[in-house]
């Protein structure tokens, strides 16, 4: 190759007669003197470097390929010198200022004299082998969890004898090398067996050949069954039409009888049926597909779960939402529902941003749509009546809770207003930042029924209200009676005082202003049997229980007087208040005193007395205590004291004490009776929560 680009000088002397091989040859060969100075550049010297032969020709190497060698190019010629040869590698630059990366091997060559006169190098491309590599550890590392351990199977297959086998078909006539293997596996499988095995790696050893390494190396025929006949024939197809590479599953069995699912790729190089040889590499991937195939019958149970489970199921997703949560983290904010009750636009901001990916088939129906295609867009459209819900919800995700629940009222598409159950799972259930599934269950019946039970039972509770009043019947009377009769007198005396001459005008302003302290008076009676008698909803407010208590027994003072009966109230200082409707709870207190009173009066107790205590407990609540000196409640009345219509009274109706549990228990607390532990009479305690300190006052 000192004067043609595809010729290399003879070993006998400098500019003899070429051999015209140095252009079939796979790697860059470059011929140059001690000077430097190239004689000889190769076609794949061309290609790797981008420089054309004519030209680098006659000058110095370095100047066409600017390269970093591993050693000094004194180093390295002193070495060729020395001993004939050098091997390293360079990192050098070519015509398009592209970076590569050479295997190099400088050989020192004599003439027949046994001087030396010129240097030959041969060099393999390592930049695309490194890329390879790096693209092999980067999808090992993506199937790492998928994978426990992925090691390559590789075989170096002799393929001359079955290009020979395909040539000698192509010269019979043969057009459609496709067909015909399909319609000829017995000539596949000749020609598996006429592949050679010419050597294959520890891998192939021990995943198909029990160890053996001689044995794995006779013959590809056990390895390769019936159903992976197409896949050869296939690859032999691929290298006819010149592919570089052929890639597919198939099945291989071991000399033990194991099956494998496998990834199996061949690799061809350049002249293939010159070169007839190939590697193959085989990747192990029944593990995968078994796991694949279990994620994918998964997946199914999932989506069948999801799309006729009898509740609706929405899956929602949220990117702006991590970042918002990203936004608040990042200023310190830990109290995340005070931070959007004070920024309500961040809240519509969330609704705008969490869109609907899927809905079931149950979303439809409860939301009255007409298909999945009306559920696109935002969740904005369904959150106007319980955006205070949402808040909370975001908030839960936001804490790190795995979860969120509360009852909800949301808009159907016909505009219907539903009362639904709604529940949520967040990240650690559903596996993304940004993804959740929000679950939906109509109780609009349960809620109108719950109503109207609470309607009824505010109906009964009115009408124990006013049955109390009717046997208040005598005492309210006579309550209204004094401030009447005082008014009588104050007004006749106030006549007389007129009719004197001069009238006597101090006495009837003072007469006067003592009717009207009796008018007040009066009215106070009357507005308290009013707030007994009316019907009206309960309303929960901020209440102070010591002032209940006092009303209570303000209300029952006659009828205390009437039985001989003494009150004491032990009211306790500073006590949180309560949260609850006032006249109800005036009412379990009048129920409860009077319960007292008529059981004393009953059996002729003596002393009669009515102790209310007000109490602060360790439970964090507050209790009120209604005992009385009466004959106690008897053992076999215990079990069946709060059921509906049970009652000790001859003229009792036995509503007193469920109401009185009732309307306890919806104001979150509990009452329970019993016996006085020193002496004789009933002992009722009642337990109710403390209010928040946030709540108004009543």
Same mark, same amino acid.
């Not at 003197?33 to 020709?57: C, H, I, P, Q, S």
């Not at 294959?200 to 006949?229: C, H, I, K, T």
């Not at 290298?239 to 033990?256: I, M, N, Q, R, Y």
């Not at 596996?431 to 039972?457: F, N, P, T, W, Y």
């Given at each position: ?111 027949? $004299? !046994? +001087?030396? =006169?010129?240097?030959?190098? /041969? ?8 890329? &390879?590599?790096?693209? %092999? ?118 000399? $033990? !009888? +194991?099956? =494998?699912?496998?990834?199996? /790729? ?8 010159? &070169?007839?040889?190939? %590697? ?119 804490? !790190? ?298």
């Amino acid at each position: 190759m000192c004067e043609a680009m595809s010729t290399i000088p003879s070993d006998d002397k400098p500019g003899s007669a070429a051999v015209d091989l140095v252009d079939l040859i796979g790697e860059s060969v470059v011929v140059f003197g001690f000077d430097m100075r190239v004689t000889a550049w190769n076609a794949e010297a061309e290609r790797l470097y981008g420089w054309k032969r004519e030209e680098v020709l006659g000058g110095v190497i370095q100047a066409a390929v600017q390269c970093s060698p591993d050693q000094p190019l004194s180093v390295i010629l002193v070495t060729v010198q020395e001993t004939g040869v050098w091997r390293g590698e360079f990192v050098r630059t070519t015509k398009s200022r592209k970076t590569v990366a050479v295997s190099a091997k400088w050989t020192l060559r004599r003439d027949i $004299d !046994g +001087q030396p =006169f010129d240097i030959v190098e /041969t060099s393999r491309d390592l930049t695309e082998v490194r890329r &390879t590599e790096e693209d %092999l550890s980067r999808v090992q590392y993506q199937y790492q969890n998928l994978f426990q351990a992925s090691v390559a199977s590789f075989w170096e297959l002799g393929f001359g004898e079955v290009g020979s086998m395909v040539r000698d078909l192509l010269k019979s006539g043969i057009t459609d090398l496709r067909v015909h293997f399909r319609d000829n596996p017995d000539y596949v499988r000749r020609m598996i067996r006429a592949t050679r095995i010419i050597d294959v790696n520890e891998q192939s050893v021990q995943m198909f050949g029990n160890g053996d390494r001689e044995a794995a190396r006779r013959s590809l025929d056990p390895y390769w069954p019936d159903e992976s006949l197409p896949v050869f024939a296939e690859s032999v197809v691929a290298a006819f039409e010149g592919k570089p590479h052929f890639s597919s599953e198939a099945v291989f069995t071991s000399l $033990d !009888g +194991q099956r =494998f699912e496998t990834l199996f /790729t061949v690799s061809y190089p350049p002249k293939i049926m010159q &070169t007839s040889r190939i %590697l193959v590499g085989i990747v192990d991937v029944t593990q995968a597909n078994k796991a694949k195939a279990a994620q994918e019958a998964s997946e199914r149970r999932y989506q069948e779960l999801f799309r006729f489970l009898p509740i609706s199921l929405l899956q929602l997703e949220g990117r702006e939402v991590v970042e918002v949560y990203k936004e608040a983290r990042s200023r310190g904010i830990t109290e995340f529902l005070q931070h959007l009750k004070e920024n309500p636009d961040i809240v519509d901001r969330l609704l705008n941003s969490l869109m609907i990916v899927e809905v079931n088939q149950r979303t439809v129906s409860m939301f009255r749509a007409r298909s999945m295609d009306e559920f696109t867009g935002s969740v904005a459209r369904y959150w106007t009546e319980s955006r205070e819900v949402f808040c909370e919800a975001v908030a839960a995700r936001y804490a !790190g809770k795995p979860g969120f629940e509360s009852l909800v009222r949301m808009r159907a598409h016909d505009g219907t207003i539903i009362d639904a159950l709604f529940f949520a799972a967040f990240e650690p259930i559903t596996g993304k930042q940004e993804s959740s599934i929000v679950g939906l269950i109509d109780v609009s019946d349960r809620v109108k029924a719950q109503e109207m039970l609470a309607h009824v039972q505010a109906e009964i509770a009115h009408a124990a209200r006013v049955s109390v009043l009717g046997e208040l019947a005598a005492s309210i009377a006579h309550e209204v009676s004094q401030p009447l009769t005082a008014i009588e007198t104050n007004t006749e005396a106030s006549m007389l005082w007129l009719q004197r001459s001069p009238p006597n005008i101090e006495e009837v302003r003072e007469l006067s202003a003592r009717t009207a302290v009796e008018v007040q008076r009066a009215a106070d009676i009357i507005h308290r049997i009013r707030s007994m008698a009316v019907r009206a909803e309960p309303e929960h407010r901020s209440i102070d229980l010591n002032l209940i208590v006092q009303e209570a027994m303000l209300f029952l003072r006659h009828e205390l007087q009437r039985n001989e009966v003494h009150s004491s109230l032990q009211l306790g200082s500073q006590l949180p208040n309560v949260f609850g409707d006032r006249v109800q709870l005036q009412q379990v207190i009048v129920n409860l005193a009077i319960n007292a009173i008529q059981a004393m009066a009953s059996a002729k107790s003596m002393p009669r007395v009515l102790t209310v205590r007000t109490a602060r407990t360790s439970r964090r609540d507050v209790a009120i205590y209604i005992e009385d000196t009466g004959p106690g409640i008897a053992d076999e009345a215990f079990e069946r004291l709060f059921e509906s219509f049970f009652t000790t009274k001859a003229t009792g109706m036995g509503i007193g004490l469920p109401i009185c549990r009732s309307i306890v228990e919806a104001h979150g607390g509990e009452i329970s009776a019993g016996n006085r532990e020193e002496g004789t009479g009933a002992l009722f305690t009642i337990h109710l929560p403390e209010v928040s300190t946030d709540e108004p006052t009543s």
